[in-house]
């Protein structure tokens, strides 16, 4: 398999391109062995991958590159390192961009650190609809905005909009290109 998995990566690091220490590593949990449950990479991302306390975030920005590969444990350990470092900023936008087929995300998903249900802070409109990352939603109010003499006219769209990671209440997105934060209770999915 190792042998495989170098011809694989150009016997490169498949995560950061690092050619040192590299090892086979296996993408837990294990959904029945072969070589697409694995991955070539150096000890340092593996390292962290097994360590969140030893995470560098600046580390990781090699994902920009990396998650567009097309081999799913590479895709599942990248969708979670970004997860992991959501709440540094820059991870947030590359894991908007990033997509994977259900299956993958739903492994990647399976195999993260456990967050607990109750912690995940999750965003509603005013109808009660869960709001994601990407979404676009309609102001269903005139809104001022704070610092500005603009106002955000009621069946405003606001296309693909930021989630804010500590408050359910908060949302962002751009209303004639300005950048706003806009309360959940004063929109509606569409």
Known sequence: MEQELKVRSGDACELCGATEGLQVYQVQPEQGGGLEEHLYGCANCIEQIENPDKVVANHWRCLNT???????????????MLDRL?????????LD???LE??????????REGEDAQNLVVHRDSNGAIINAGDNVVLIKDLPVKGSSMVAKRGTAVRRVTL?????????????????V???KFVKKT
């Open 66 to 80: 990396s998650m567009w590969s097309q081999h799913k444990a590479v895709q599942a350990t990248a969708w979670r």
């Open 86 to 94: 959501k709440k540094e900023g820059w991870p947030q936008d590359l």
């Open 97 to 99: 961009m990033l997509y």
């Open 102 to 111: 259900e299956e993958v995300l739903a492994w990647a998903k399976a195999g």
């Open 164 to 180: 804010d990671r500590d408050n359910p209440e908060y949302i962002e997105g751009k209303v004639d290109g300005q950048q706003i």
């Open 182 to 184: 806009i309360l959940t």
